[in-house]
C-alpha cells in the first residue's frame, strides 16, 4: 500500500567525482578488486542519466493479539512493487509506479467486531496502485517533487469501483549543509466514505556534526524496512557500507480503509485498520542493486472499526499491543 506512504527523500542528481590523488598505492601482491564498486566519473554520470528499474517483494504480519470486549486478532500481507526512475537532465526526473498486495486478517473467537454473528467482519484485502511523479532539483541547495497517485482496496468480492480512491503529495526541500536537509511537503488523499485527508508535514533529514564518520542520522519518512504503509520518525546507523540500522515511531493506517464485499456484516461498507507502530530494522545491501531488509516491533494505539455503505460506525475496538514483523528484498537494474 505504499500510494499513501509519505515519501519525504529528497531527489538531487549529482556526478560522482573521484581524485586520483587519493587512489592508494598498489600492494606488492595483486588484490581481488571488485570491479562492480569502481567506476569512473564518466561512467558513474552516464549510470545515473540511464533510467532504472526497482522490483520489491514484501511480507509481513500483525501476530495475535486481543481484541477489546473478546476475540483475537491477527493478519499477515504480502506484495509485489514495481518502480521506474526516468532521468530528463542532471536536474529532473519522471517516477512511475505500480503495486499489488494481499492482505489476510484472522478473527479468533467471537470477535467483538461480528455485532453478535459467528462471521468474522472482513477476510482477504486486495491492493492495487499507480502513480506518476517528478523531481527536480532547482539549484545544488534546493528541490522540489510531486506525484497522483490512484489506488483500489478492496475485500474479494467487493465492487471495484467502490474501493478507489486517490490523491497527490508534494514537498519542497533545502540543504543548509552536508549534515542538514530542511522541508515541508503536503499529502491530499481521498478516503473511503470520509472526508479527504489534507496532511502538511516536515521533512527532516539530521547528521549530527559531532559524528565524524557520518554514521548517524534522523530524519522523517518511510521507516526503513518496515511496512510499507508506514511513515514517521526514524533513527538510523550506518555500521559499515552494506550494513545499516534503524528504529523509529511510525504512522500506519494512512492506506488502512478498504471496502468490503457486499455479502457480510456490512454489505459494501468499510473497515478501516489504524496502528502506531514502534519498529526496528535492518539492511543489508551486498552489492548496489540488491538490498534485503527485515524489521520488528510492536503495534500501539491500535484501532480497527466496521462502517456502513454510508460511513456510520457499526463496530469500533481498540487492539492490545501486538507484535509485527516481516522482510523485503529489493532489486534495482
Known sequence: MDHKLLASAPFLLAAVTVSAQDAPEPETKPAIIETDEIESPAAAQSRMMQPSWTVRSRSGATLEADIEDGGGYSSWNSGLELDLLYPIDQQTALTFGIGSAITDYDFDGNSALSL???SDPWNTIYSHSASIGIRHG???RSSIFGSLNIASDGESGA???DTITGGGIGGYTYTYSE????GVAAIVQTRLEDSILVLPFPIINWRPPIDEERRWSIGTGGEG??????AGVLVGYDAS???SFNAGLGVAGLAGD???DD?????????RDTSFPVIAGVNWKPTRNLSVAGYAGATFFHEVRLENSSGDTLAKRDVDPSPVLGFSVSLRF
Do not use: C, K, M, Y
Open 225 to 230: 524496512g518496515g511496512p510499507s504503509n508506514v
Open 116 to 118: 453478535g454473528s459467528a
Open 138 to 140: 532547482i539549484d545544488q
Open 179 to 182: 549534515h542538514l536537509t530542511l
Open 258 to 260: 478498504f471496502r468490503l
Open 263 to 271: 455479502e457480510g456484516l456490512a454489505p459494501d461498507g468499510v473497515g
Open 159 to 161: 465492487d471495484f469501483g
Open 241 to 243: 557500507e552494506t550494513l
